[in-house]
Nanobody, 124 residues
Framework: QVQLVESGGGLVQAGDSLRLSCAASGRTLSSYAMGWFRQAPGKEREFVAALSRSGVITSYAASVKGRFTISRDNANNTVYLLMNSLKPEDTAVYYC?????????????????WGQGTQVTVSS
């Protein structure tokens, strides 16, 4: 079992940056591929970014590519999502997730463990 806890969300203005953290307990995150998803009010949960177990391969949604960066710190058992040049359309609850298969995947059903989410609100 892996427990994931997100933090770092908040209210910011357009153009600002935020760094989300996802701290794990129970097992080491180095065993998992990691992903970030988000869900805006009235919308389905959508893929944001993913990182392979090796930390070498990444994938980003087109809407965030070039602005967001996913990374991991295995020593601290934490995954990060650095979000730059935030836009009002980035407003959502952000979730981190862990996938046992270890490879990059954009499909939510392939993730085994989920955090409770952290709210990000970007004002215009």
């Amino acid at each position: 079992q892996v427990q994931l806890v997100e933090s770092g969300g908040g209210l910011v203005q357009a153009g600002d940056s935020l760094r989300l953290s996802c701290a794990a307990s129970g097992r080491t995150l180095s065993s998992y591929a990691m992903g970030w998803f988000r869900q805006a009010p009235g919308k389905e949960r959508e893929f944001v970014a993913a990182l392979s177990r090796s930390g070498v391969i990444t994938s980003y949604a087109a809407s965030v590519k070039g602005r967001f960066t996913i990374s991991r710190d295995n020593a601290n058992n934490t995954v990060y999502l650095l979000m730059n040049s935030l836009k009002p359309e980035d407003t959502a609850v952000y979730y981190c997730a862990a996938s046992s298969n270890g490879i990059v995947t954009t499909t939510s059903r392939r993730y085994d463990y989920w955090g409770q989410g952290t709210q990000v609100t970007v004002s215009s």
